[in-house]
């Protein structure tokens, strides 16, 4: 049985698109960079974070059934700095202004745990966006998809239309990359 330590509904859509079978089973920790940690290795180790806590539930109610933990995470980083979630509107069009006109990085990290391996895969992209207006700031916060995105957008929505380029994964921006995460799968579960 394979489980999403996700409550990401992005996720969850993408990992069906692979046409495997699996429960969801969100984890939440706690999400701040450690002192001195790099945002490649804090989205790593959120990813192993998500996937251990749920492998660690499943070892105390499943202790001798074939359970698999795919865990994920994903920030958006500019300028070192990583852009979580906006706290509010004000936030929000801070980041923005910030990603306006410029390139910024996306990384996402995946997790794979079984009862007896546990690997994870980091899929860097960076991505373009084209100058911003006030207006197009004001106009993408009113749809409401801001609010639960990292860097304060979904490059699968409206805000695909600031991206003039994009050097790496789409999915990997959406959330989760179909094929790292295939290749995991494959090379771990042999889907």
Not at 148 to 165: E, L
Request: net charge negative; proline share 6%.
């Amino acid at each position: 049985m394979l489980y999403l330590a996700s409550a990401s509904p992005r996720r969850r859509e993408l990992l069906a698109l692979l046409g495997v079978e699996f429960t969801v089973r969100p984890m939440h920790i706690p999400e701040s960079p450690e002192p001195g940690e790099s945002p490649q290795d804090y989205v790593q180790r959120l990813a192993r974070e998500k996937a251990g806590a749920c492998a660690q539930l499943l070892r105390k109610e499943h202790a001798h059934k074939d359970w698999r933990v795919l865990g994920a995470d994903t920030i958006v980083v500019a300028d070192q700095r990583i852009l979580e979630k906006p706290k509010d509107v004000a936030d929000y069009q801070e980041m923005m202004k910030l990603l306006s006109g410029r390139s910024h990085y996306v990384y996402t990290a995946v997790n794979l745990t079984t009862a007896t391996t546990s690997e994870t895969i980091l899929v860097p992209s960076e991505v373009q966006f084209r100058e911003l207006s006030d207006e197009d700031i004001a106009r993408y916060w009113q749809t409401g998809e801001p609010l639960d995105k990292a860097g304060g957008y979904g490059i699968q929505g409206p805000a695909g239309a600031f991206v003039a380029h994009l050097n790496g994964s789409f999915f990997a921006v959406m959330g989760l990359p179909l094929y790292e995460t295939d290749q995991l799968l494959r090379a771990h579960i042999g889907i």
